[in-house]
Every structure is written in C-alpha cells, then in structure tokens.
C-alpha cells in the first residue's frame, strides 16, 4: 500500500506541475527599457484578476522609488480591494534605479522626464494586454502624472488620481529656498541662466541646494527645470483641462502642500473632478490613513 500510495502522489504531482509552473505570479519585479535605461516596476495582481481587468498605474514623489511606504502600503491595500496595480520607479536619469535617489549623484534629470517614462509604461501595459488604465501620482509624481495627460494621452487612459498633489506659488517656493539652503532663490537663478546662455546648461557645477538635496551638484538645465517658477508646477490650476475624470485625495493635515484643499474645493464638481478629504492623515498617508485612500480610489474606479 506504501508504494502504491507514493506512486500516486508522483502522478498527481506530474499533472499539478504545468498549471503550477505557468500559474500567473500576483506580484512581480517587471523591467522596461527606454533609451540607453532600464526602468523597473512592481506589478501587482489582485486575486483572480488579469490585466485585462484593468490596472493602475503609480507615480511615486520626488526623489522617491516604487517601493517606499506610501506606494507599497497602497499597492497592498488595493490588491485586498480587486484592483491590479503597476508602480514604476521614475529612473532619474539612473539604469534601473531602487530606493530613493543618492544626493552624491550628480542632478542631471528634469521634472518632466517624467512625462516620457510615463507614457512608455503605458504602452507596456497595452502590450501586455491591458485595455483599461487608470494613472495616480502622489504629491510630484501627481503633476507629473497630471502633465503627461496633457501632453502624452493615450485613449486606454480613462481616469486619474491625484494624491496629495503639488501646488505651486513663486514667492512661497523662493522663501522655502532660502531658508532651506541658506541662498535667495533668484541669485541662483540668474547664475543657471548665465550657464544656459553660456552653452554650459549640460555641465555639473556645484549648487547650494538642489530639489531637497544641499550642496548638490548638478545641471543648469536640472536646476532651472525643478526650481524656475512656472504655472505648470501648481496642479490645481491644470485640473480644468485634464482629458479624463480626476479624483484629488488630500487631507487638513498636509504639511507640505496646506492649501491643496482650498484650491480644489472650487472646482470640484463631482463629475470631473472629485475632491475626497481624508482626515487624521498627513502628507504621505501611511498606516490607516492608507486604507481610507485605497477605499476611496476603489470607489472611484469602480464608478
């Protein structure tokens, strides 16, 4: 009985072993490649689903990755929900970048790079067989996902999120500058500029600060591309023109982006745009705050 029963269980693992081996994976490392980079993601599958079920597509912050608390914890508490998921790391000019960006490297990328890297994902996810894609974009990942749907819309984008997204006021983001670096803002300016006009805009040269990074070195052309004031920069006043539904999450307790809420509230008319507050949060809605999130873009989708 002892042999027979072994021999069973062989022949059953002979029939398992196909369906096993080609059983779809519900979360994996997925790499892209654009240009002379390579671009990784972690696509997520909720339980039964397939790509053709639809899948969102993730933009972290700035100088962030695909894995850090705030995308992980949604990504899993979407999954829960049914929705499939995709969050890419934006390269920052670096070949198959992971974790948040080093300081050390020198700056060369731009904001809007974004843009491209973006809709590269999106064509990936097409040829993977999707047919519905959704884009959500946490604080500047969220104008960067705002502007590629001004610029790079593909028809299989139907809706978006914007999650704590970034505003923008000139004379604020100037004072932030100099008190963060030490350095009046236009100062720094006119010295990227000079190097623009100079031929040099490509060259590294040494910054008092850059984005968050102090005594940074970097391009003319990143500088100006992160720190020249521009009405692009400010989400809100982009809303209006969007091509797809857009829902803003935002929470009282941001401390990075405090008039968000105000901004939106006037143009939040339900249909186009959709404004969801979240209360108790801050800026990066980890831990609970995260469930609500994953609730209310469930709903959204699922309209």
């Not at 009985?1 to 997925?30: N, S």
């Not at 996902?145 to 593909?154: I, P, S, T």
């Not at 992160?226 to 935002?250: G, K, M, N």
């Amino acid at each position: 009985m002892g042999i027979i029963t072994h021999l069973r269980a062989w022949l059953l693992a002979l029939v398992l072993l196909p369906a096993l081996a080609f059983a779809p994976a519900q979360a994996r490392e997925v790499a892209l490649k654009l240009a002379n980079l390579t671009l990784l993601g972690n696509l997520e599958l909720a339980e039964g689903k397939s790509l053709k079920d639809g899948v969102l597509l993730m933009v972290h912050g700035t100088l962030g990755h695909h894995r850090m608390q705030t995308i992980a914890d949604l990504q899993e508490n979407l999954k829960k929900r049914g929705i499939n998921t995709l969050a890419i790391t934006l390269s920052l000019g670096m070949d198959r970048r992971k974790g948040m960006f080093d300081c050390n490297q020198p700056i060369r990328h731009l904001h809007d790079d974004a843009v491209e890297e973006i809709a590269a994902w999106v064509d990936w996810l097409k040829q993977q067989g999707a047919e519905t894609i959704w884009v959500l974009g946490h604080s500047r990942g969220g104008n960067q996902v705002a502007l590629y749907l001004l610029r790079r819309h593909d028809p299989a984008v139907k809706k978006a999120v914007l999650l704590a997204p970034m505003t923008h006021d000139a004379k604020k983001a100037a004072e932030k500058y100099e008190k963060r670096f030490g350095m009046k803002l236009d100062v720094a300016l006119e010295a990227a500029h000079t190097l623009l006009k100079a031929g040099r805009g490509d060259e590294p040269v040494n910054w008092r600060g850059l984005i968050y990074c102090k005594d940074a070195t970097g391009t003319a052309k990143a500088f100006l591309s992160y720190h020249a004031p521009r009405q692009e920069f400010d989400t809100p006043s982009l809303l209006p023109r969007l091509p797809v539904p857009v829902l803003v999450i935002a929470t009282p307790e941001d401390e990075i982006f405090p008039d968000l809420i105000e901004r939106v509230k006037s143009l939040a008319d339900g249909k186009k745009v959709q404004l969801a507050v979240i209360e108790g949060a801050d800026h990066f809605f980890t831990d609970f705050a995260s469930e609500d999130v994953a609730d209310a873009i469930a709903a959204f989708l699922k309209e």
